[in-house]
């Protein structure tokens, strides 16, 4: 979510919580109460755009830390009365965010219970799958600081469009926080009350969280970041091969209790059409995933830190790739390393936003209001529903070309190439011609 911590401005955060101290009164409730508001109720979650109405559901399978979790949005039979998740799981989420940014947790309770406390992801929780042939695949990497839950905007506009998409919650100390299960012995006292919306199926696993791990002193950071993205690849891949057990009709024990009936999404899946889809951080894990597995036909890398990734991978990569750009984010640099996975006939393509920041991918660019998401970077000056328009509608254009789909996306082929007003062609950075 956050590259390198560019919120972590504490003076500013102590200005956002003497406002939430005038302004509100708010205590902690559970995420899904009355009591957790935001004064702006005109904000909220774009909901999907396509034919179709957009289910969710989680699925961990391995309880321990080196399972697979992620949530799983997907077109669905929407039934009178749908519950609406809550956009943050649970108080352990803000934790993780509050420790990421470098701030005490008591302090940003108040702040992010206040901002963002009352918002709902527009998708049904556990609603029935809805069958229609088979759906193409995306399976999609959050950024640095971020989990599963952040990025609803795209994933529920791609599942209202006709995809399953899987949004992965990294182990690599890289999510601001994430949780497992530890089998508790006879002599150790029951578990705390576990959380509405993610309860475990056996009373003998007790909860724990992995928050991320910040750089030590005098650590180097490329060691770390490899590692990670490395993992958090595959980490991809098995929730890709999880994907491909369910569509074979193969039992897959949820380590969570749900509602959900994953046996029927047997033989639903195109197999053959599978697309790899992240921000940030997940946008190198996209390149990390196309040199590792092949299933994956194309990637999607949205604002790509490249930073974590070695350049020796970059000939294995051979599937078409698609950068798409905030304005305000990128640096020689890092353009550079992007430029050097083009290719004379393999398919890559850039184009770059214009008036977008690197939040603009996130759910948080819909959830505040101008001036507190601008003074945070969560907004630039585009319209933020334009600007994910922009990705989304550009997106599906790059998926239908990759993946030969029988769709009307090829109406934004335009977009593939900049050519909107809101877009720029490539990049916006000026490569010196010395280092080409």
């Known amino acids: 979510m956050l590259a390198v911590g560019r919120l972590g401005q504490l003076p500013l955060i102590k200005r956002i919580y003497a406002w939430s101290l005038f302004t509100s009164e708010l205590k902690w409730s559970h995420p899904s109460s009355a009591a957790m508001g935001n004064a702006n109720n005109h904000l909220g979650i774009p909901p999907g755009k396509g034919p179709h109405q957009v289910g969710c559901a989680d699925l961990m399978v391995g309880h321990t830390v080196q399972g697979t979790l992620f949530r799983l949005y997907y077109p669905c039979q929407v039934s009178e009365g749908s519950e609406k998740p809550d956009w943050i799981p649970c108080r352990e ?38 069958p229609d042939g088979k759906y193409p695949v995306i399976i999609f990497s959050h950024g640095l600081g971020a989990f599963r839950t952040l990025y609803s905007a795209i994933c529920v506009e791609l599942a209202s469009q006709g995809f399953v998409v899987a949004a992965v919650e990294h182990r690599d100390e890289s999510a601001s926080a994430t949780f497992y299960y530890k089998e508790k012995s006879e002599a150790e006292p029951k578990p705390h009350a576990t959380h509405e919306n993610f309860r475990p199926v056996s009373e003998n696993l007790e909860e724990q969280w992995l928050y991320y791990r910040p750089l030590k002193q005098g650590e180097r950071e490329f060691p770390l970041r490899n590692k990670q993205v490395k993992q958090r690849a595959d980490e991809c891949i098995r929730a890709l091969d999880l994907l491909i057990d ?85 640096w020689v640099g890092n353009i550079i390393r992007m430029k050097k996975l083009d290719s004379a006939m393999i398919p890559r393509k850039m184009i770059t936003i214009k008036g977008t920041v690197h939040q603009s ?44 789909l029988e769709r009307d996306f090829n109406q934004w082929d335009h977009l593939i190439e900049g050519k909107d007003d809101n877009l720029i062609p490539g990049t916006n950075i000026t490569i010196p011609q010395s280092s080409m």
Request: glycine share 6%.
């Open 93 to 130: 989420y803000f934790n993780g965010l509050a420790d990421f940014m470098k701030i005490s947790r008591s302090l940003s309770e108040r702040i992010f219970n206040y901002l963002f406390g009352c918002y709902k992801i527009p998708a049904a929780w556990n609603a029935s799958f809805k």
């Open 246 to 330: 369910i569509n074979a009709g193969k039992s897959v024990a949820n380590v969570l209790q749900s509602n959900f009936d994953w046996t029927t999404l047997e033989n639903s899946m195109d197999l053959c059409r599978i697309a790899i889809m992240g921000h940030s951080f997940g946008g190198a894990t996209v390149i990390e995933c196309l040199c590792k597995e092949v299933k994956f036909k194309c990637g999607i890398a949205l604002d790509t830190w490249m930073f974590p990734l070695d350049e020796e991978i970059f000939p294995s990569v051979k599937q078409p790739i698609f950068f798409i750009n905030s304005e305000k984010f990128q």
């Open 361 to 404: 991918f996130p759910d948080f660019t819909f959830l505040t209001g101008n001036w507190i998401g601008k003074l945070l970077k969560l907004k630039g000056e585009i319209d933020p529903h334009i600007a994910m328009d922009l990705c989304n509608r550009s997106s599906l254009a790059f998926l239908q070309r990759h993946l030969s």
